[in-house]
Structures are given as structure tokens and as C-alpha cells.
């Protein structure tokens, strides 16, 4: 059941908002009403320490209550383009169809660059023109509109601060059924970064370490599917150092490196209770080879 005088997004041909059971207070008593919650998320460089977050979620609700916001993070490195657009690539997909993405890691603020809303894979994503959203561009269906429409932003809108007054606003009337297309003008070239590669010849495969995690693991360039068509004994070349592909970080001894598939399906390299940036001494841009080894190889030893 739907509130009435809302419209369901259509960005694709499986989006549905849930519905939920909300209480509601009338003067004598309580009562069970069924709406449409749509979900809002937001990626950002802001931190939590000042009040940008809380203002964008205010600008969201001063709009629409009837919504779900969910931080995926505000601990982007300042200004780390790449950085927002890996977090987005492994969060969103989580997320159900019709989830509206709100980004801003956006130092070109204020200056002719584009805010953008691009529907891709039955989800929207609202934000600067800057690459944010590289990860989702190779959906063949994907559609991007300009920021244009004044009666979609804010009252009065800042140079310096677009995640408020433009990006927070649009994804509000969107999540109240507003369709993209009249949030501005059809954009056919959205800014793309140029993607971490991965290079596959000889039986090896070239890549490097692309975000640094909070747990010091060396999250890579390389997918699971990339090592799958290298058989069952594999190294992993790092830092100088060669170290074997295991299943879970128990499977080495404390304190020892290795390499396995993390949750983001990519190729990580971790140390058991410990930091893999701070034992290799490696970094974003770091270059990692993966080889075929002898299955002696695979196992790290133990320590007592």
C-alpha cells in the first residue's frame, strides 16, 4: 500500500520501495499505518566531528521523513576521489533496488563542475561530476541528468557546501517518487576515473594495492575471478616479499602476512592481528604480482 498522492520511483524494471508498519500518535491512541520507506545512503569525506553530516540529513528530512538514511562512511580521505568511489563500489550493491546513493567528495565544489543523478542497476546516485561514480558506468543502462532544476534545491544554496542545498535536496524529492529526468537536462559524458588495471600474461597477474583498510589489510586491484584462472596453487608477490593465498586470516600464524579473497571479493593482503601496511611498509600504489605455485607453498607456517 502505498501514502497516498506518493509515486514509486521506476528507475528500473525491479525497483520497488519496502513498505513498513510505522506507529502514528493520534490524540486518543496509537495506530498502525503501512508507508513506503525509501532508503537514502551517504558516502563523504566530512568526518564526524563537525556538522556537515547532521545538516545534509536535515536537508533530507526537512523534505521527507518517510526514509531510511544510512551512513556508509565519512571517513574518505579528504579530497580521495578513488578512495569514495571504492567505497561506494563495495557498499552499494548491498543495498535493495530503488536506494537512493548520496556521494560528496567533492573539492572542485563551487566550480563549473557538474552535480549529477545517474540511475544504474536499478539504484540512483546523486552527487559531483568528478568520477565518484566510475564504478557504475558500465551498466549498458545507465542514464545521467544534470543538477539543474531549481525547485529540487535548497532555499539558498551554498558555493562551498553543494552536499546540503543540491545533492541532499534531490535525493530527497527523489526518494518521494521523482523521477530523474526532471531533476535537469540528459548528460551523456559523466566524468570517469581512470580505474585501478589489472594486467593477466604469462600465467601471472599485475595489479596494486588500491585503499588501505582500518585493520591495515592491503585491499588490491585484483578480483577473485582474475585468480580463479590461475588453479589452486597460488602466490602472491608484495613488497618483496612472496606470500601464500589462504581462506581466512586464522589460517596464519599471529603476527605472520598472507594474501586471500576479502569480502569485497578482491584480493587482500593481511596480517594476522596485525597491520599488513605497517609489516610490509606498503602502500596505496604498491604493486602486487600473483603466480602459480607449488602447493607447498600455500600454507604459511605457524608459530607456537
Given at each position: ?38 532508503v537514502i545512503t551517504l558516502t563523504t569525506d566530512f568526518g564526524t566531528r563537525d556538522t556537515y ?15 531510511h538514511v544510512v551512513d556508509i562512511t565519512h571517513e574518505v580521505a579528504p579530497h580521495d576521489i ?219 607456517p605457524r608459530r607456537s
Amino acid at each position: 500500500m502505498s501514502t497516498p498522492g506518493r509515486r514509486r520511483p521506476r528507475w528500473g524494471p525491479s525497483c520497488r520501495r519496502r513498505s513498513e508498519k510505522r506507529w502514528h500518535w493520534s490524540r486518543t491512541s496509537w495506530s498502525i499505518a503501512i508507508v513506503d520507506v525509501a532508503v537514502i545512503t551517504l558516502t563523504t569525506d566530512f568526518g564526524t566531528r563537525d556538522t556537515y553530516v547532521a545538516e545534509m540529513k536535515a536537508a533530507i528530512l526537512s523534505i521527507t521523513r518517510d526514509v531510511h538514511v544510512v551512513d556508509i562512511t565519512h571517513e574518505v580521505a579528504p579530497h580521495d576521489i578513488l578512495e569514495g568511489a571504492l567505497a561506494l563500489e563495495a557498499a552499494a550493491p548491498r543495498f535493495p533496488a530503488a536506494t537512493i546513493h548520496v556521494a560528496v567528495v567533492d573539492p572542485g565544489v563551487g566550480t563549473a563542475r557538474r552535480g549529477l543523478a545517474i540511475a544504474s542497476r536499478d539504484q540512483v546516485f546523486v552527487g559531483p561530476d568528478n568520477g565518484l561514480f566510475t564504478p557504475f558506468l558500465g551498466d549498458p543502462r545507465w542514464r545521467a541528468f544534470e543538477l539543474t532544476a531549481p525547485e529540487f534545491r535548497g532555499a539558498l544554496v551554498s558555493r562551498t557546501f553543494h552536499g546540503r542545498d543540491i545533492f541532499a535536496p534531490a535525493a530527497a524529492h527523489l526518494a518521494r517518487g521523482l523521477e530523474p529526468a526532471r531533476l535537469g537536462p540528459p548528460v551523456t559524458d559523466p566524468v570517469r576515473l581512470t580505474w585501478p588495471q589489472v594486467r593477466v600474461a604469462g600465467g601471472r597477474i599485475g595489479g596494486a594495492v588500491v585503499h588501505i583498510d582500518r585493520f591495515g589489510n592491503l585491499v588490491t586491484s585484483i578480483h577473485a575471478d582474475a585468480i580463479a584462472t590461475l588453479g589452486a596453487s597460488i602466490a602472491v608477490r608484495v613488497a618483496g616479499r612472496t606470500l601464500p593465498l589462504v581462506r581466512t586470516y586464522g589460517e596464519l600464524g599471529r603476527g605472520n602476512p598472507g594474501a586471500l579473497v576479502g569480502s569485497s571479493n578482491r584480493l587482500e593482503i593481511a596480517v594476522n592481528a596485525g597491520s599488513a601496511a605497517k609489516a610490509l611498509r606498503a602502500g596505496r600504489g604498491t604493486p602486487v604480482v600473483v603466480s602459480r605455485s607449488s602447493p607447498v607453498a600455500r600454507r604459511a607456517p605457524r608459530r607456537s
